[in-house]
T-cell receptor, first 114, second 110 residues
Framework: AQSVAQPEDQVNVAEGNPLTVKCTYS??????LFWYVQYPNRGLQFLLK??????LVKGSYGFEAEFNKSQTSFHLKKPSALVSDSALYFC????????????FGTGTRLQVFP | DGGITQSPKYLFRKEGQNVTLSCEQN?????MYWYRQDPGQGLRLIYY???????QKGDIAEGYSVSREKKESFPLTVTSAQKNPTAFYLC?????????FGPGTRLTVL
C-alpha cells in the first residue's frame, strides 16, 4: 500500500539553528513529493515539490528538501529557523494508482523557540 | 489560500441537521477535493471530483454528499448520518497533481 510517514509528531528547535522535518514514503514507480505548511485555523500552503531532476529542491520561505531515492525519504530542511516558522508541516506523495490524489502524512508540528 | 474560497469560516450545527459547506475556485482547475482534518490524524479524503458532473468517494465518504454542477463549485453536505462531524474541513483544487487549498471551515456540532 502506498503511504507517507512523518515519524515525529513535534520538532523543537531554537531560533537560528538548522531544522529538519522528516518524511519517508512508499509508492510504486517514480514519486511526486510535496511539502505543505499550515498555520492555525488556515488552509494548507504549498512549500515545494519534487517531480524529477535535482535531488535538492528549493521552495518558499527559505525551505528546501532533499529527495533520497535509496532511503525513500524527502526531508524538509532550513538552515536557520525563525520563530515565525512555527506551524504544522505536511508531507504528501502523489497516488500512482490515481494520479489526481495525494496521500498525506499525519503532520509534524514545528516549534521554534526564541 | 490562492483562488479558493470557503464559506462560512465557522459553522455550528445542531444534532440531526444537515449543513452545506461552500467551496468555490477561480483557478479553472478540473479536479476538486474535500478533506476532513482532526487533531493528530492529518487529512482524510472525503470526496473528490475530476470533472463536472462526476465525483468519487474518498476514504471517509459515509455521512457526506457532494455535487459538481459547475466547474467552479464543489459544495459538501454534512448529513445527520455523520455521527461525529465536528472537525475542520478543507477544500482543494488541483492542477498537475499540485493541490491548492482554501482557508477551511470549522464545523462544530452543538
Amino acid at each position: 500500500a502506498q503511504s507517507v510517514a512523518q515519524p515525529e509528531d513535534q520538532v523543537n528547535v531554537a531560533e537560528g539553528n538548522p531544522l529538519t522535518v522528516k518524511c519517508t514514503y512508499s509508492v510504486s514507480g517514480n514519486p511526486y513529493l510535496f511539502w505543505y505548511v499550515q498555520y492555525p485555523n488556515r488552509g494548507l500552503q504549498f512549500l515545494l515539490k519534487y517531480i524529477t531532476g535535482d535531488n535538492l529542491v528549493k521552495g518558499s520561505y527559505g525551505f528546501e528538501a532533499e529527495f533520497n531515492k535509496s532511503q525513500t525519504s524527502f526531508h524538509l530542511k532550513k538552515p536557520s529557523a525563525l520563530v515565525s516558522d512555527s506551524a504544522l508541516y505536511f508531507c504528501a506523495v502523489r497516488d500512482t494508482s490515481n494520479t489526481d490524489k495525494l496521500i498525506f502524512g499525519t503532520g509534524t508540528r514545528l516549534q521554534v523557540f526564541p | 489560500d490562492g483562488g479558493i474560497t470557503q464559506s462560512p469560516k465557522y459553522l455550528f450545527r445542531k444534532e440531526g441537521q444537515n449543513v452545506t459547506l461552500s467551496c468555490e475556485q477561480n483557478l479553472n482547475h478540473d479536479a476538486m477535493y474535500w478533506y476532513r482534518q482532526d487533531p493528530g490524524q492529518g487529512l482524510r479524503l472525503i470526496y473528490y471530483s475530476q470533472i463536472v458532473n462526476d465525483f468519487q468517494k474518498g476514504d471517509i465518504a459515509e455521512g457526506y454528499s457532494v455535487s459538481r454542477e459547475k466547474k467552479e463549485s464543489f459544495p459538501l453536505t454534512v448529513t445527520s448520518a455523520q455521527k461525529n462531524p465536528t472537525a475542520f474541513y478543507l477544500c482543494a483544487s488541483s492542477s498537475r497533481a499540485e493541490q491548492f487549498f482554501g482557508p477551511g471551515t470549522r464545523l462544530t456540532v452543538l
